[in-house]
């Protein structure tokens, strides 16, 4: 079989535990009186598999065995790898297949990292399985979201010790998994360009309170114990940012040196550090250790809609001073008794930041639907989360 971009090794993925979709496959899934019951099979295959037998070892958890039902049967566990236009592909059985879609699919509808029920002999897919986290953007000029990436415990967002740094489109991606209840961490790369990381690391971790930063050369081995506090067995991370950041140098390093099949990375512009879009789908990667990880291509831009409680975790300490404010309606510009402007003059909060903040409220406010509701009531539409 041809090997599909993104595709798990299959001697890496041999050595990751893989006992889960073994355990749920048709062969040894069984009803009990009480309906299903996938733990009493664990002993049967502790005699294979003398470890690894923990059902989060591979990122399948109760959440999902929850989902399971009688009808079910006939159906194995499988977790999207790659989305493409028309086909989607899947681990399996320390394996990559392709998916088979029934008509009335979309492969738009699956995200990578997604877990699915699919016939284990003819790869038709069955149905997706609601995602405990689902990264989701809104897309200028299409009504529905586009999906990112699915079941993610932590985003990497990188930017780089460079040009690429921005703390006010760090805000945005911060803002966006804020919305989707994802843990955030600041990924900065191209620390062995510069003389001391410390300043943008500082920078970094003032963008959000409790955020944590860290800096690391992509393409040293190093990086795989910086980031080892994420990426335990089962986690899944995902690597977001704009292009020429380093997202996929920084997969192949944890990866490691023994992958036949790398990700491309590219070169980036001298003057501005933009890079050119090398990747152009998301992957889901098997690493040593027994994590996940997703690559993402470079996002151009971060439309913002959607997102008010996203933004309000990300600036807490100002949404923190709005109610000490005199008036309950105050815009925090010019009103007396401002409790955000007395933090300004105190110095204990950043006028730039404000003004993002501002910017920020606007724009979501401005692309965000508005719904009436039955007595014509407006309301901020909430569409992204009720499909
Ligand atoms: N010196 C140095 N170069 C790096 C580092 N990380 C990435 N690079 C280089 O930066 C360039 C871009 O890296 P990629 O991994 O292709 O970037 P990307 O984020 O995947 O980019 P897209 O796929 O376009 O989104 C390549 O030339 C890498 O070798 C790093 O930490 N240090
Ligand atoms: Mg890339
Ligand atoms: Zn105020």
Redesign the pocket.
């Known amino acids: 079989m041809p090997r599909q971009p993104g595709q798990v090794r299959k001697e890496a993925a041999a050595t990751r535990p893989t006992w889960v979709v073994i355990s749920l496959s048709p062969k040894l899934l069984g009803t009990t009186a009480d309906g299903w019951n996938i733990e009493p099979l664990a002993p049967a295959l502790t005699d294979n598999h003398s470890q690894n037998t923990e059902h989060d070892s591979i990122g399948w958890s109760d959440f999902f065995a929850d989902q399971l039902t009688p009808e079910d049967a006939a159906f194995a566990p499988m977790r999207v790898a790659t989305v493409h236009r028309s086909r989607l592909t899947a681990n399996f059985d320390a394996d990559s297949i392709r998916l088979n879609l029934p008509t009335h699919a979309k492969t738009t509808d699956f995200a990578v990292g997604d877990w699915v029920l699919a016939d284990p002999e003819t790869h038709i897919l069955h149905r997706r399985l609601a995602p405990r986290t689902l990264l989701e953007r809104r897309v200028e000029g299409s009504h529905a979201p586009q999906l990112i990436a699915a079941n993610v415990d932590t985003l990497f967002i990188?930017t780089?010790c460079n040009a690429d740094f921005n703390p006010a489109r760090l805000e945005r991606y911060l803002a966006l998994v804020n919305e989707a209840g994802i843990d955030p961490v600041i990924v900065l790369?191209?620390?062995?360009?510069v003389a001391d990381a410390a300043d943008y690391i500082a920078q970094a971790e003032a963008l959000q309170r409790g955020l944590v930063a860290v800096s690391?050369?992509?393409?040293?081995p190093d990086?795989v114990q910086t980031l080892a506090p994420w990426c335990s067995p089962g986690h899944t991370v995902a690597?977001i940012?704009?292009?020429?950041?380093?997202?996929?140098?920084?997969?192949?390093t944890l990866v490691g040196p023994d992958q036949d099949a790398p990700?491309?990375?590219?070169?980036?512009r001298e003057t501005d550090a933009k890079?050119?879009?090398?990747?152009?789908s998301r992957s889901l990667h098997a690493i040593p250790g027994g994590a996940w990880v997703i690559?993402?291509?470079?996002?151009r831009t971060l439309h913002v809609s959607d997102l008010a409680s996203g933004i309000d975790s990300l600036f807490s300490e100002i949404t923190e001073l709005a109610p000490h404010c005199r008036f309950r309606d105050c815009t925090h510009q010019h009103e007396p008794g401002c409790a955000v402007q007395a933090a300004i003059k105190a110095g204990t909060l950043d006028a730039a930041r404000l003004d993002r903040w501002r910017k920020l409220l606007d724009e979501n406010r401005t692309n965000t639907p508005v719904q009436t509701g039955a007595r014509g009531n407006k309301s901020v539409s909430t569409w992204a989360k009720k499909r």
């Open positions: 990188v780089s790369t191209k620390a062995d360009t690391l050369n992509a393409k040293s990086a690597l940012g704009s292009s020429g950041v380093g997202k996929s140098t920084l997969l192949n990700q491309a990375t590219g070169g980036i890079g050119r879009h090398t990747t152009t690559d993402t291509p470079g996002m």
